[in-house]
């Protein structure tokens, strides 16, 4: 059983501020690992992809990954009140299947 | 959208009865997942399929079976829905980049 870890939040940053958003994972052969957005009542959009250590950047987003440390961090740089929905961390394990943590709500307040 | 059809997109069935969810995709990808998501939870993996007639059970499969008898479609069946089965369905593919996408979802409600 692989385990995803976040903290269910919510997070509550200012308009403007930098959000950061946290997993741990259980599986150190684990090697994808992905960011996916959620707003409520809507399916999860795949915001960010990660498989080296180190930072990946996309406009406003930095994924952060430790394989060490089993952490996986986004950053959100200028956060909106558009950017307020749940954010769900996945790892890609054995037979291409995916496991998700509960996810980590973000509220971006104007 | 990756291309990603569920059907129906809300159903409302009665305890006991069979209920099957269908996910239409078209493009011809290998692998396709049915998740449930639910407060709490997050999104926990029910089957998967890595070709057609090839399936194999997720965390929490009893209650569930799927088949896949052609590439583009992915069917879940719940044999005899239980209150418990209420939930949100998501059907997902796998891309060659090892990336999911997930489909509208389907809102299943049993009284």
């Known amino acids: 059983q692989k385990e995803v870890e976040q903290n269910s939040g919510p997070l509550s940053v200012p308009e403007g501020a930098i959000a950061s958003l946290n997993c741990t994972y259980s599986?150190?052969?684990?090697?994808?690992f992905f960011w996916y957005r959620q707003y409520s009542g809507k399916s999860p959009e795949l915001i960010m992809s990660?498989?080296?250590?180190g930072d990946k950047e996309d406009g406003r987003f930095t994924a952060q990954l430790n394989k060490a440390s089993q952490y996986v961090s986004l950053l959100i740089r200028d956060s909106q009140p558009s950017d307020s929905a749940t954010y769900l961390c996945?790892?890609?394990?054995?037979?291409?299947?995916?496991?998700f943590g509960s996810g980590t709500k973000l509220n971006v307040k104007p | 959208d990756a291309g990603i059809t569920q059907s129906p997109r809300h159903k409302v069935t009665e305890t006991g009865t069979p209920v099957t969810l269908r996910c239409h995709q078209t493009?011809?990808?290998?692998?396709m997942y049915w998740y449930r998501q639910d407060p709490g939870h997050g999104l926990r993996l029910i089957h998967y399929?890595?070709?057609?007639?090839?399936?194999d059970k997720g965390e929490v499969s009893d209650g569930y079976s799927v088949s896949r008898s052609k590439t583009e479609d992915f069917l879940l069946t719940l044999e005899s829905a239980t209150s418990s089965q209420t939930s949100v369905y998501f059907c997902a593919i796998g891309t060659a980049k090892l990336e999911a996408f997930f489909g509208q979802g389907t809102r299943l409600t049993v009284v």
């Open positions: 990660i498989y080296s250590n």
């Open positions: 996945a790892v890609n394990g054995d037979f291409n299947k995916f496991y």
């Open positions: 399929s890595y070709g057609v007639k090839d399936t």
């Open positions: 493009e011809n990808h290998r692998y």
């Open positions: 599986d150190r052969g684990s090697q994808s």
